[in-house]
């Protein structure tokens, strides 16, 4: 708000300089304003100032130049009155990219109207498919920079893309649905733990940088990032009430945010999410600087996830686990990513997953054929397989389906 003042405030002084070089203008509502001839003979102008005009009498004729006689509706029209003017060049442009900010900032709230933040969703919203629609969000958001940086490319000649950190615009990177991250907070108790959680994840990303290419930390540095973690919580448990930090942990822990990825297709409800995040959280901990490398440590890690899977199976329904295990499945992560990516239903990725299932076991049965026998079965086995496929997927899917799948490729070959 400071810098608009202030930007109308340089603005008002230029109006007031460019009075005196000029004599008087002329404004019509509809068009930009232009400057008239000076009299032959014209007297010195005499300039009454108050907070909101600037007045210029000559020839006993009164021009008020107000704010809204430079501002217009069509932005071309906005540059040429605010150059008509004299403004400088600088704070146009500070003022037609403020303006611009604002107005996509309004159309990308426009687009993503407020919901109910769901912790537990990958995507954390209250839609019906929250990986299709993030990826469609992005879709909306990268359309809407481009028409932003091309509409302030064309009005005042600034490349967002190389000068974007002077003019950026945070509100416009965000969503409301965004902003409810800690809903569960009064207002005024939110800012603390921001400023905790981003000394945090600095600190954190200068350890991350020392990794090796292959993404491996030594001891010492996984032991680094604990005790920064485990400060992080002792300073936010100070700021919290107890119920608080528990809401805070489901929102933001390591476990919880990589437990909303891993359960995307199995979209628990909140209270599963929360049963499930008791037991991760535990085993999280308890391995948390286990070194990858180390065979006793891969052992114990692997006895761990065995006890851990049944202990899922009493806080889960018979159902719901085995959809919990069906969603765990490589294979069935990939069905499902191709699915959404071609726009097709949830029941569309069941359907290839078991496709694919079906002709693994028939091509290990294969394996038994004489040999002679073999490679014919296996072209039949294909054909059988990429008939299914194309009736599941449809003939375009079908064919992208199986131009990216190598084990089908493989197939008969």
């Known amino acids: 708000m400071k810098a608009r003042h202030f930007l109308i405030l340089s603005v008002a002084l230029n109006l007031a300089l460019a009075a005196f070089a000029v004599f008087g203008f002329r404004h019509t509502p509809a068009t930009p304003m232009t400057v008239a001839e000076p009299a032959p003979s014209a007297p010195v102008a005499v300039v009454k100032t108050n907070t909101h005009t600037r007045e210029v009498t000559e020839s006993n004729q009164v021009v008020a130049l107000t704010w809204q006689s430079i501002g217009a509706k069509d932005y071309k029209a906005y540059v040429a009155n605010l150059r008509a003017v ?62 932003k940086r091309e509409l302030v490319r064309s009005l005042v000649g600034v490349d967002l893309a190389e000068d974007g950190e002077r003019y950026a615009d945070p509100s416009f990177r965000g969503s409301s649905s965004d902003l409810q991250i800690f809903d569960f907070l009064p207002p005024e108790k939110r800012q603390l733990p921001r400023q905790i959680m981003d000394a945090y994840d600095t600190a954190v990303q200068r350890i991350l940088d020392t990794r090796d290419p292959d993404g491996y930390l030594p001891p010492d540095s996984r032991k680094t990032l604990t005790d920064l973690r485990k400060q992080a919580e002792v300073d936010l448990h100070r700021a919290l009430t107890p119920e608080e930090w528990e809401q805070f942990q489901v929102r933001f822990s390591n476990t919880a ?22 037991l991760r959280k535990a085993l999280d901990e308890q391995f948390e600087n286990f070194d990858p490398n180390n065979k006793d440590v891969q052992r114990r890690r692997a006895e761990a996830n065995q006890k851990l899977d049944e202990d899922l199976k009493n806080v889960l329904t018979p159902e719901r686990y085995a959809e919990y295990k069906l969603s765990q499945d490589a294979a069935y992560k990939q069905a499902l990513a191709f699915a959404r990516a071609w726009d097709l239903p949830k029941e569309s990725a069941t359907a290839v997953y078991s496709i694919r299932k079906a002709a693994e076991q028939q091509i290990a049965a294969i394996q038994s054929v004489a040999a002679e026998d073999r490679q014919a079965a296996a072209v039949a086995l294909r054909a059988q397989i990429e008939s299914s496929l194309r009736e599941t997927l449809g003939d375009k899917a079908f064919k992208s389906y199986q131009r990216s799948q190598s084990w089908l490729r493989a197939l008969g070959q």
């Not at 003022?95 to 709230?109: G, P, S």
């Not at 297709?265 to 999410?273: A, K």
């Open 257 to 278: 945010q990589s437990m909303r990825f891993d359960l995307a297709g199995f979209d628990p409800s909140e209270d599963e999410f929360r049963r499930i995040y008791g």
């Open 86 to 147: 004299a403004c400088p060049e600088e704070t146009l442009r500070d003022i037609i990219i403020a303006d611009i900010n604002k107005l996509f900032a309004r159309r990308w709230r426009d687009a993503n109207p407020t919901r109910d933040y769901k912790y537990w969703r990958y995507g954390r919203s209250s839609g019906e498919d929250p990986v299709r629609e993030i990826a469609n969000r992005k879709k909306l958001l990268d359309s809407l920079l481009r028409e």
